[in-house]
């Protein structure tokens, strides 16, 4: 009992002897000592913090700290400009569709509208091309870069949880990625103010929000991807590699590979509807296996209202249809089955993280 008391007040009294520890050896000349997760925890301790918080406090601190947030940052905000520039001058030039004209969403193709003179994909796309990046640059080095710079054994050789790093890294790095996403949506929305001259109705602001969360999770997967990858290889390079060649792969061979299945599969004009349904229902079970086509079709039915099915229609399905946009209950029910499979595969890829990391055997460095 005596023991247990004496280390619970050595423990409050470290964040006190702290300062002055650090000014006697600045006065010796001695270098800084670079701040360890245990540190911090000590410190924040008597303040009531867990060693949760501040791990995740100093997992962001070093993102934002880091040369390639910054450059990535930059890239995107470039990327941001270009789109709304597009959009704009598609707008002025009446590419879009006015008010009067019957067509109430106009502030969503601020997102979704390009000019035809300028080669500049939208908003919508270009974040389905460089989300991941931000995802695979926060998370490939997540764990290995920790065991290499033998960080790793001495921090859970402290009182922390094991499972708390993991989960550090992975709410840390997406907290980054929601603030990044959704400064971008705003900026866009506000600069959409300017240009079309009236405020968005509240459907489509409930759009734009979902749109946001959608792209978050979206950009969440690959996060866990590139953790995956971090724990099971040691190297960072190797990490690095892996997450991009998985994400070129959705990204751009994917497509090729269905489009051959496509074709060798393909059955005549003259085959009865059912075949061809069939058909048209096994390509699209292909495509939707990849997040990159899960997250295109949930952002095009949420920008875009006038999307009522995401699959083949025959013409007994039209008759009776009305022609209107949907609502936004209704394409939220439309993107469901999208975005649940979206949030399973990154469920997944945590899950098999979690359990890879947990059951690693991690020695300190001597």
Not at 81 to 108: C, E, Q, Y
Not at 129 to 137: Q, R, S, T
Not at 299 to 312: A, D, E, K, Q
Not at 317 to 330: E, K, R, T
Request: glycine share 8%; aromatic share 12%.
């Amino acid at each position: 009992m005596t023991d247990t008391t004496a280390k619970s007040g050595d423990r409050s009294i470290w964040p006190r002897i702290r300062p002055f520890i650090d000014r006697v050896e600045a006065k010796l000349g001695l270098p800084p000592r670079q701040r360890s997760y245990s540190d911090q925890a000590e410190d924040e301790r008597g303040q009531g913090a867990s060693p949760f918080w501040v791990m995740v406090h100093k997992e962001i601190g070093d993102h934002i700290r880091s040369w390639r947030f910054g450059i990535l940052i930059g890239i995107i905000v470039l990327a941001c400009i270009g789109s709304i520039f597009s959009a704009v001058t598609a707008i002025r030039s009446g590419s879009a569709s006015s008010p009067s004209s019957g067509d109430t969403f106009l502030f969503l193709q601020m997102f979704t509208l390009t000019s035809p003179s300028l080669a500049i994909p939208p908003f919508s796309s270009f974040l389905a091309w460089l989300g991941p990046l931000i995802g695979i640059a926060l998370g490939f080095d997540a764990v290995n870069s920790e065991r290499n710079k033998g960080t790793l054994g001495r921090l859970l050789s402290q009182p922390i949880y094991r499972d708390d790093f993991i989960i550090a890294k992975f709410i840390s790095s997406l907290f980054l990625i929601a603030v990044v996403v959704f400064s971008l949506g705003f900026l866009i929305m506000g600069l959409g103010l300017f240009v079309i001259g009236y405020p968005p109705t509240p459907e489509e602001f409930l759009r734009v929000l979902l749109f946001l969360v959608i792209a978050v999770v979206y950009i969440g997967f690959w996060l866990n991807l590139s953790i995956l990858f971090s724990i099971r290889f040691r190297q960072a390079a190797t990490s690095a590699l892996s997450s991009m060649a998985v994400w070129l792969f959705f990204a751009i061979f994917y497509s090729m590979i269905t489009g051959l299945i496509d074709s060798v599969t393909a059955v005549s004009q003259t085959a009865d509807v059912s075949a061809q349904i069939s058909q048209m229902n096994l390509i699209l079970t292909l495509n939707r296996l990849s997040p990159t086509y899960l997250f295109t079709e949930t952002i095009t039915t949420m920008l875009s209202p006038g999307v009522r099915s995401l699959g083949p229609l025959t013409m007994d399905q039209l008759v009776g249809a009305i022609s209107s946009p949907l609502s936004l209950g209704q394409s939220l029910i439309l993107v469901w089955p999208q975005l649940t499979g979206m949030i399973a595969e990154t469920m997944v890829c945590f899950g098999i993280s979690y359990y890879l990391f947990m059951r690693q055997e991690i020695r300190s460095r001597v």
